[in-house]
């Protein structure tokens, strides 16, 4: 096998799989591994993957990679509006409370969500939130009361970051916060790209009585630059599908109730 038919087959493991392993690729292709490592270094080079240990990663699975808020919308944005569609259940009937929504592309699909939720189950909540992606639409809907918290804004994700964002949050008691994350896995829990993303969700996290993340399953397994709670700190996940094995196990021994849409 010629490389440029090598660098094809790798290109199209990556797209099914998201990652590959030194070792299988060398038996695969019946070379040896340095051959497989020179191959990875040559695709890392033209942006096509990332190498970490043992193997590689898709470039877009990069620990610090980051997409802009409207690209992640875009993004699997049927199975963001079914898990917002499930997450607002989880909210209960005749909800009155306060929420605090996170920044991404997954909250936002929560806050359309929230409206006509809210609407047909006669609640009213009293939402905060540091995303101006989000602000708008809250602002105008029924039973809804909004509050903005300040602070730099990201451009690529039109979120407030920032000292005076993270005492902001600290100050508040909300009765439930729905977070999104970028990663999620068993050993280190919920994860995101930008340090100062971070410092936000965590508050966020430590602010709420109780916890949703929403997240779709291409979220499993990835672990991001920066850990920002740890899975026990979670009260329910909302996805797409059922999460595979060791994440399922740890998300169980967490005590995380786990809703798939």
Do not use: W
């Not at 997240?215 to 991001?224: A, T």
Request: aromatic fraction near 4%; proline fraction near 3%; glycine fraction near 8%.
């Amino acid at each position: 096998m010629y490389a440029t038919e090598r660098y094809d087959a790798i290109e199209r493991i990556l797209q099914t799989d998201g990652r590959l392993a030194v070792l299988d690729l060398a038996q695969r292709f019946d070379v040896t591994t340095e051959t497989v490592r020179r191959d990875l270094a040559e695709l890392e080079r033209r942006g096509v993957l990332t190498r970490v240990h043992g193997g590689a990663v898709a470039a877009e699975r990069s620990s610090t990679r980051e997409t802009a808020i409207g690209e992640r919308i875009r993004e699997n944005s049927r199975a963001k509006r079914d898990i917002a569609a499930r997450a607002v259940t989880a909210l209960g009937q005749r909800f009155t409370g306060s929420i605090f929504l996170d920044a991404g592309s997954t909250a936002a699909a929560v806050a359309a969500a929230l409206p006509r939720y809210l609407t047909d189950t006669a609640g009213h909540a009293h939402v905060v939130t540091h995303s101006l992606a989000l602000a708008p639409a809250l602002a105008e809907a029924g039973r809804i009361e909004l509050t903005v918290v300040g602070g730099h804004i990201r451009g690529v994700t039109a979120a407030a970051v920032g000292a005076t964002t993270v005492a902001t949050i600290a100050g508040l008691r909300p009765d439930v916060a729905v977070v999104g994350t970028n990663g999620i896995s068993a050993g280190f829990g919920l994860s995101t790209p930008d340090p100062e993303e971070a410092a936000v969700k965590t508050a966020i996290v430590a602010s709420a009585r109780r916890v949703i993340v929403v997240c779709d399953s291409s979220k499993f397994e990835r672990e991001l630059l920066v850990g920002f709670a740890p899975l026990d700190a979670v009260d329910v996940l909302v996805t797409d599908a059922a999460p595979p094995e060791p994440l399922a196990t740890a998300l169980a021994d967490a005590g995380v109730e786990v809703l798939v849409a």
